[in-house]
């Protein structure tokens, strides 16, 4: 049973799950985490999302947009990751937000300066879907601020980020990242999928975090 974090860059994601699993572990709630460990058939299952993909995007065998291969590449690894780790029927928080949807989202607001445009209900046809998804909010100018704050994308190394350069460049990314994620959330509701969105435009209590955990196990 698999759990799912997605939000705009920067609205605190990781601070969020970081500080659930801690109260998990701490409290011996019956709600456990994945470690991620990939299995050997992680291959099987990449060739598998690229045959689906292939499938729903036959063009794409002649050619892909330069920026979207980023995506598709993303995409085929966390597709292996997501079938390699939710085999079992227990729910689990996952050990990171980088979930199968997420790349989508970061794909909008960081990694597309050609505004390549592309069939979002297709691609999440070839995608598995969560069990529950948390989509974690807050308005925009908020976002922005703390995503200048923290820095843009990690470097190739991991031990730094982008300088951040606040305009209406960015603005409009992150305007098209959250109409993405309504996007998606209509149709995830549409698969079934549980929603559970958390305002994180303030810092959120113990016992408020605690209550998100409860609706996880339970609903």
Do not use: H
């Amino acid at each position: 049973m698999s759990v799912e974090f997605i939000g705009l860059p920067g609205v605190g994601k990781s601070t969020i799950l970081s500080r659930m699993k801690s109260i998990c572990k701490k409290e011996n709630l019956n709600l456990k985490y994945d470690q991620n460990k990939i299995k050997p058939k992680c291959n099987l299952y990449m060739v598998l999302f690229f045959i689906r993909f292939f499938i729903g995007y036959p063009k794409s065998v002649v050619f892909i947009p330069t920026s979207f291969r980023w995506l598709i590449i993303k995409l085929a690894y966390r597709y292996c990751l997501f079938a390699s780790s939710n085999s079992n029927t227990q729910r689990n928080l996952p050990n990171n937000t980088d979930g199968i949807l997420m790349p989508i989202i970061t794909y909008i607001v960081q990694r597309n300066p050609d505004n390549t445009s592309f069939n979002l209900s297709k691609v999440l046809d070839i995608l598995p879907k969560p069990d529950v998804l948390i989509v974690v909010t807050a308005n925009i100018e908020t976002i922005v601020k703390r995503y200048s704050e923290r820095g843009g994308l990690l470097s190739t190394d991991g031990l730094s980020r982008e300088s951040v350069m606040v305009d209406s460049t960015l603005y409009n990314k992150f305007s098209s990242g959250s109409d993405v994620i309504e996007k998606i959330i209509d149709l995830m509701q549409k698969k079934r999928v549980k929603v559970l969105k958390v305002d994180n435009n303030q810092y959120l209590d113990n016992d408020k975090l605690k209550q998100i955990i409860q609706r996880i196990e339970n609903d």
